[in-house]
């Protein structure tokens, strides 16, 4: 029975297969939604007054949160098609966009006084792991002047996600320990394939 569930931890814990094999702790990541008008494109600055427009009405901190949640989604999408593209500028511009709503997202989190507010923030906390864990599978396959954009957001997740979890219920934090590492071998296994090339 030991020797089965060392056996078990061995491959879930292995970095080559976490992540990239049949077996992972993100079972049903936050997959990526269409990033609709890019930075490269005319009118994206009517798409940024559109979501502004959408944050400005929702007073409501719980219903804040749900707005800048989808619109993060939507940045990160913008900044792996930018990234993809090989168009650094545009990156950048997705990339920062990501950034206000993610704090517009925290910022909301902590207003929320509700009951629910620490499963709230619990959904924070795992939405950004799912935002660092897809951004490194993409990182390998990015230009190199793009890569290190991907490299950025992922530490503004990180950042988030250290202020984020002690708001959390008491048993989250060990709830997602598994998806924490692998999140860490997942960067270690994209960083040494670029190395690799």
């Given at each position: 029975m030991r020797l089965l569930l060392?056996?078990?931890?061995?491959v879930l814990c292995d970095p080559a297969l976490s992540g990239h094999g049949t077996l992972s702790a993100?079972?049903?990541?936050?997959?990526?939604?269409?990033?609709?008008?890019?930075?490269?494109?005319?009118?994206?600055?009517?798409?940024?007054?559109?979501?502004?427009?959408?944050?400005?009405?929702?007073?409501?901190?719980?219903?804040?949160?749900?707005?800048?949640?989808?619109?993060?989604?939507?940045?990160?999408?913008?900044?792996?098609?930018?990234?993809?593209?090989?168009?650094?500028l545009a990156a950048q511009t997705a990339l920062d966009e990501y950034a206000r709503n993610l704090d517009q997202a925290w910022r909301a989190?902590?207003?929320?006084?509700?009951?629910?507010a620490p499963d709230i923030a619990g959904h924070f906390v795992n939405?950004?792991?799912?935002?660092?864990?897809?951004?490194?599978?993409y990182f390998s396959s990015m230009p190199s002047a793009t890569a290190k954009m991907l490299e950025r957001l992922a530490a503004l997740a990180t950042d988030y996600h250290a202020k984020a979890l002690p708001l959390t219920p008491y048993t989250f934090a060990e709830s997602i320990r598994l998806k924490e590492h692998e999140v860490l071998w997942s960067w270690e296994a994209a960083r040494r394939a670029v190395r690799g090339q």
């Amino acid at each position: 029975m030991r020797l089965l569930l060392a056996s078990i931890l061995l491959v879930l814990c292995d970095p080559a297969l976490s992540g990239h094999g049949t077996l992972s702790a993100f079972t049903d990541p936050d997959v990526l939604v269409d990033p609709g008008r890019t930075p490269d494109q005319g009118d994206y600055d009517l798409d940024r007054s559109e979501e502004q427009a959408r944050l400005d009405a929702a007073a409501d901190p719980y219903i804040r949160y749900g707005v800048a949640y989808a619109i993060c989604r939507e940045k990160l999408a913008e900044v792996i098609a930018m990234a993809d593209s090989g168009k650094p500028l545009a990156a950048q511009t997705a990339l920062d966009e990501y950034a206000r709503n993610l704090d517009q997202a925290w910022r909301a989190v902590v207003g929320i006084k509700r009951k629910s507010a620490p499963d709230i923030a619990g959904h924070f906390v795992n939405t950004l792991l799912e935002h660092r864990y897809i951004a490194s599978l993409y990182f390998s396959s990015m230009p190199s002047a793009t890569a290190k954009m991907l490299e950025r957001l992922a530490a503004l997740a990180t950042d988030y996600h250290a202020k984020a979890l002690p708001l959390t219920p008491y048993t989250f934090a060990e709830s997602i320990r598994l998806k924490e590492h692998e999140v860490l071998w997942s960067w270690e296994a994209a960083r040494r394939a670029v190395r690799g090339q």
